[in-house]
């Protein structure tokens, strides 16, 4: 089955400055990749997401990249603001009547300021 | 963007009583929803596929009888916690599927 790796867990930036979040999937049938923001005690966040048809989506300072040759795709934060602070998950799926996600493990971005 | 609304928020039990989580699409018909487990600083990990009108597909090593799913509408799921006990204290989400997943604000179950 699809198995999903994601790095690093904890990220640190400055204020201002880029992050970079990069997952990995096993499973090259899987066509749809989908990003979400968890804060404290509250339920994830759908940011944004990809299809297999595209290789890069950009919604004002949140991008994905995705290389389906070599199966991983990657979260792109541009001018990091401390409201980005929380976690960040990746997520794999074969978008058919079941669209199960297979989550990668998180990434705590902490924002500095 | 579509809503999904899960209730309650946070509830805290006795131990050996049951807890029902409610999770509802408001805006949408969902014939699938999906109910998953967090702990502390870990990933959402799957219980089980939540479909309308038919039996639940539970993930292997999830008791279907203590965690008992009912989608009785195409607008409403419930996980009923049977028994709960300390260790079934955690952080539950459900999600409803339109195009992608939308999510519930989570259930915070705390068994003392």
């Known amino acids: 089955g699809e198995n999903v790796e994601q790095h690093p867990s904890t990220l640190s930036v400055q204020e201002g400055d880029s992050a970079v979040i990069k997952c990995t999937y096993s499973d090259s049938a899987s066509n749809y990749f989908p990003w979400y923001k968890q804060e404290l005690g509250k339920g994830p966040q759908l940011i944004i997401d990809?299809?297999?048809n595209v290789g890069e989506k950009k919604d004002q300072r949140i991008a994905v990249t995705l290389n389906k040759t070599a199966k991983h795709f990657s979260l792109h934060i541009t001018e990091t603001q401390p409201e980005d602070s929380a976690v960040y998950f990746c997520a794999a799926s074969l978008m058919d009547s079941n669209y199960q996600l297979i989550w990668g493990a998180g990434t705590k971005l902490i924002i500095k300021p | 963007g579509a809503v999904v609304s899960q209730h309650p928020s946070r509830v805290i039990c006795k131990s050996g009583t049951s807890v029902k989580i409610e999770c509802r699409s408001l805006?949408?018909?969902?014939?699938?929803m999906f109910w998953y487990r967090q702990f502390p600083k870990q990933s959402l990990m799957l219980m089980a596929t939540?479909?309308?009108?038919?039996?639940?597909?539970?993930e292997q090593g999830v008791e279907k009888d203590k965690f008992l799913i009912n989608h009785a509408s195409l607008t409403l799921s419930t996980l009923t916690v049977t028994s709960a006990h300390p260790e079934d204290s955690s952080f539950y989400i459900c999600?409803?599927?339109?195009?992608?997943?939308?999510f519930g604000q989570g259930t915070r179950l705390t068994v003392v």
């Open positions: 990809i299809r297999s």
């Open positions: 939540s479909n309308e009108g038919s039996k639940a597909t539970y």
């Open positions: 999600s409803a599927m339109r195009a992608e997943a939308f």
């Open positions: 805006d949408f018909q969902a014939t699938t």
